[in-house]
Nanobody, 124 residues
C-alpha cells in the first residue's frame, strides 16, 4: 500500500511562488498527479507526471505557471507554483493512479490513492 503526504502549503502573496512536496512511501502507480479543491468547487486536475517516462500534462490555467517534477531518489513529487493568483487558493492534493493509452490524464477518476492535502492561500 502506498502512502502520500503533502507538505509545503501556506500563505503567499499574489505574484509570489510556492513549492509543494508529495512524499511517497510504497510503490506508486504509473501516474502521479496534483489536484486542488477550492471551497464550493469541484476537485480539478492541475498537473500530472508519468513516473517512468517523466511526461507531464497541465491544466490550461496552470500551464506556464506551475511545474510538476519528481525526484525518484527522494520518492517525492513536487509542484512548483509561480506567479500565483488569489484564485489558486485551495487545498492541494497529490494522488497516484493509472495511465490510459500511455497518458496520465488530469481526471481524478484515474487516481485511487490520495494524500490528505495541504492548504494554499493566496492573498491579493
Amino acid at each position: 500500500q502506498v502512502d502520500l503526504v503533502e507538505s509545503g502549503g501556506g500563505s503567499v502573496e499574489a505574484g509570489g511562488s510556492l513549492t509543494l512536496s508529495c512524499a511517497t512511501s510504497g510503490n506508486t502507480d504509473s501516474c502521479m498527479g496534483w489536484f486542488r479543491q477550492a471551497p464550493r468547487k469541484e476537485r480539478e486536475g492541475i498537473a500530472t507526471i508519468h513516473t517512468r517516462a517523466s511526461i507531464t500534462r497541465y491544466g490550461d490555467s496552470e500551464r506556464g505557471r506551475f511545474i510538476i517534477s519528481q525526484d525518484n531518489a527522494k520518492n517525492t513529487v513536487y509542484l512548483h507554483m509561480y506567479s500565483v493568483r488569489p484564485e489558486d487558493t485551495a487545498v492541494y492534493y497529490c494522488a497516484t493512479g493509472v495511465q490510459a493509452g500511455g497518458y496520465c490524464y488530469l481526471d481524478s477518476e484515474y487516481y485511487y490513492r490520495w494524500g490528505r492535502g495541504t492548504q494554499v492561500t493566496v492573498s491579493s
